[in-house]
């Protein structure tokens, strides 16, 4: 099994920047896809971004691109959302996803395992 653990997230005014962080922990031999999602209360669950497994690979969605920057941490299985430019209608639930193919990296089945989720509100 593998456990993933979110961070970071907060209140933030519109503009503004946030850094989430999300950490593998478990059975961790393996180097996943890791992934970013969103829901928002009564929306169904958006992807966000993800990163290949050697990171030089990084997929957004249109929304978020040009604001939003993912990459790999130094330790294994460790990611990052910086999130710039902070919009209203990017407040949700932030939830971590690793997987073990990019396939199809916007679709929440490559991934097996996800992360409780950290709450990101953009005030206006």
């Known amino acids: 099994q593998v456990q993933l653990v979110e961070s970071g997230g907060g209140l933030v005014q519109t503009g503004g920047s946030l850094r989430l962080s999300c950490a593998a922990s478990?059975?961790?031999?393996?180097?996943?896809?890791m992934g970013w999602f969103r829901q928002a209360p009564g929306k169904e669950r958006e992807f966000v971004a993800a990163?290949?497994?050697?990171?030089?690979?990084?997929y957004y969605a249109d929304s978020v691109k040009g604001r939003f920057t993912i990459s790999r941490g130094n330790a294994k299985n460790t990611v990052y959302l910086q999130m710039n430019s902070l919009k209203p209608e990017d407040t949700a639930d932030y939830s971590c996803a690793a997987g073990l193919t990019d396939v199809y990296p916007s679709a929440p089945y490559e991934y097996g395992y996800w992360g409780q989720g950290t709450q990101v509100t953009v005030s206006s």
């Open positions: 478990g059975r961790t031999s393996s180097t996943y896809v």
């Open positions: 990163i290949s497994r050697s990171g030089g690979t990084t």
